[in-house]
């Protein structure tokens, strides 16, 4: 596998440079390469079969790689290295699918133009894991080019309304596969992922008052984590430990506080009269990023993750709130009220510089994908709250949700 | 024949007559002093004095209705809720935009409030439940709410209901009393509302 990789690397410039005499921007020919995909040989199934749970979201996920661009072969036209040379294909993706039982086996085989096998790999899995395969496939594919895994395999957690109460929900990266994993029947909001993608704290109204729930992935195991507080609200997971750091509230009084996901140990980061709300971990876990409404409007501090060293770091927006740090933790998203209106604003923490990814309506609470390329968001442009997630570069933008009304996005922190 | 019974007829008619004249005068003695009184009394009195007799009836009407209330508060915490509302009995305090003090009005509807809370709905617990409008962003505006609950809840205690009768929830912007997207909405929806809970 590495030797495959070196290979590939090494190949690199010599595709870039036969790519500057094409019509192809030649700053993106050293990142993209282009792969033609033919439909998958395939025995004891059919095409419709594979079709949508497999080849669909495979192609998809691999044309949104920002590493691939799928180059569309002829119709009706047999694979020859004429063929590909002709449609600027650097690389063949075959796909040979074939039954053992109730298993479909998949196999991958990546080329390049001399034809020499640059990635191979065989999966197994029934029906209903086609999809899951899929995304494990693009994700590995990703992996095998740049060292890291794409974000397919990985998973937003939402709240949705769409069953009569709003409930914690979970998708794949591309909107699929949407299901509950709560069922309270009663106000559930603000799911947040552990860093080993196992768990989700959330806040829960089931008992008449806002309580902290920790629940596994697959909606089993929940514990209502007992603070002695109130409120509960904006709870998420340290990246380095078991602690859980939320917004707690003693008559009225909202500050940022600690205490480890069995409730002991409980800490008090903030201490002021004003409002404090939204904590998030830098991905290093040693500090801490929170609102505050100590000046007025509600805006954006960072401080250390035992409450010392507190810096202002907004100061665009007349409201700002739900920031997050960008994966490498040199940026962090934050929503931002620009002319009245909410948007997503990027900050480089590094030098205060910001940039708003201008969209309709009302856009809130942004989360990073792992691999950081992505933000998923909420809107209500459509009159409804629903999920969307857009590259960076503010291209590429897709609605993920559709039934009901979706907010509260949280991306999983790790890519598989 | 006739002659003598015309003639009985007669006396029974004046013997009669006599008599209901006789009754009579004994009867206006009492109604001719009053008119006599009333008479000489409108020009010193004038117009004051209706005003004391009828907020006077005002008052005995509310003293006399006010037992039955008592009586028939409903026993369905819900219709209670709604019973207590439209009487003004609890009444929600209003706040400004991303404020969370209490606003003189705010203060007279918790002062109502109280005063019913010590009296006929003395036996009642409360919530009061912190909304805001949708202008914020949803995780400061559940922070606010839980600010403008306490804060109500701290001036009916110090208004003298037992702080421990009362519990507070903040819904943030999730409970919206008004779905409208416009000044009129917004204003409703910032609001401290109070929740008869039970005994």
């Known amino acids: 596998m590495r030797k495959l990789l070196l290979l590939l690397f090494a190949a690199l410039p010599l595709w870039a440079q036969t790519q500057i005499t094409t019509t192809m921007d030649p700053t993106k020919a050293t990142s993209v390469l282009r792969i033609a995909i033919p439909q998958p040989e395939f025995t004891g199934t059919t095409f419709e079969t594979i079709n949508s749970p497999l080849f669909k979201p495979l192609t998809r996920d691999i044309a949104m790689s920002g590493i691939f661009a799928i180059a569309p072969l002829p119709p009706n036209v047999p694979i020859t290295p004429e063929v590909l040379q002709r449609i600027n294909a650097q690389l063949l993706l075959k796909l040979a699918i074939r039954m053992e039982g109730e298993d479909f086996v998949v196999e991958a085989r990546v080329t390049d133009t001399t034809g020499q096998t640059q990635f191979g790999k065989r999966y197994r899995g029934p029906l209903a894991a086609l999809t899951r395969l899929a995304h494990m496939l693009a994700s590995d594919l990703v992996r095998s080019l740049n060292g890291r895994p794409g974000p397919f395999l990985s998973q937003i957690g939402f709240a949705s309304d769409r069953d009569g109460h709003w409930e914690i929900w979970l998708m794949d990266w591309d909107g699929g596969n949407q299901r509950a994993i709560t069922h309270h029947g009663a106000l559930s909001i603000l799911p947040s992922w552990s860093p080993d993608n196992e768990r989700m704290v959330y806040t829960s109204f089931a008992r008449g008052t806002s309580d902290m729930y920790v629940i596994n992935r697959r909606g089993g195991g929940r514990i209502r984590v007992a603070t002695g507080l109130q409120l509960n609200t904006s709870a998420t997971f340290s990246p380095v430990s078991n602690d859980i750091a939320f917004v707690g509230s003693i008559n009225g009084n909202p500050d940022i506080y600690v205490i480890k996901d069995d409730g002991s140990n409980r800490r008090r980061l903030t201490n002021s009269s004003t409002i404090e709300s939204t904590p998030e971990w830098s991905p290093n876990g040693r500090q801490i990023s929170f609102t505050s409404g100590r000046t007025g409007s509600p805006q954006i501090y960072v401080m250390d993750a035992e409450g010392a060293n507190v810096r202002r770091i907004s100061f665009d927006g007349d409201w700002n709130d739900d920031a997050t740090f960008s994966p490498d933790g040199e940026q962090i998203a934050y929503t931002s009220r620009v002319n009245g209106r909410f948007q997503i604003r990027i900050a480089n923490l590094s030098n205060g510089e910001s940039r708003i990814l201008a969209g309709e309506g009302s856009n809130e609470q942004p989360t990073w994908s792992p691999d950081g390329k992505w933000l998923a968001f909420q809107s209500n442009r459509s009159g409804k709250w629903q999920i969307y997630r857009i590259r960076l570069d503010g291209t590429d933008i897709e609605q993920l949700t559709f039934t009901g009304e979706n907010k509260d996005p949280d991306w999983s922190k790790k890519s598989d | ?199």
């Open chain 2, 1 to 199: 024949m006739k002659k003598t019974m015309k003639a009985f007829a007669w006396t029974v008619c004046v013997v009669v007559l006599g008599m209901f004249a006789m009754a009579c005068p004994k009867k206006p003695k009492p109604v001719t002093p009053e008119k006599i009184v009333t008479d000489t009394a409108p020009p010193v009195v004038a117009t004051p004095p209706p005003p004391p007799v009828e907020t006077k009836v005002e008052n005995s009407d509310f003293v006399q209705e006010k037992p039955v209330q008592a009586e028939t508060l409903p026993a369905d915490i819900e219709e209670l809720n709604r019973y207590a509302q439209s009487h003004g009995y609890i009444q929600d305090a209003y706040f400004e935009y991303n404020e969370a003090g209490l606003s003189a009005d705010a203060q007279s509807a918790l002062t109502s409030s109280a005063n019913w809370l010590k009296g006929d709905g003395k036996a009642y617990s409360l919530l009061v439940e912190g909304h805001c409008d949708e202008r914020g962003t949803e995780q400061y505006n559940l922070a606010l709410g839980d600010k403008r609950a306490n804060t109500a809840k701290e001036y009916l205690a110090t208004l003298g209901v037992d702080g421990s009768r009362i519990r507070t929830v903040s819904y943030g912007e999730e409970r919206p009393f008004d779905p409208g997207h416009d000044d009129s909405a917004w204003s409703k929806n910032r609001r401290a509302h109070l929740v008869i809970v039970g005994k």
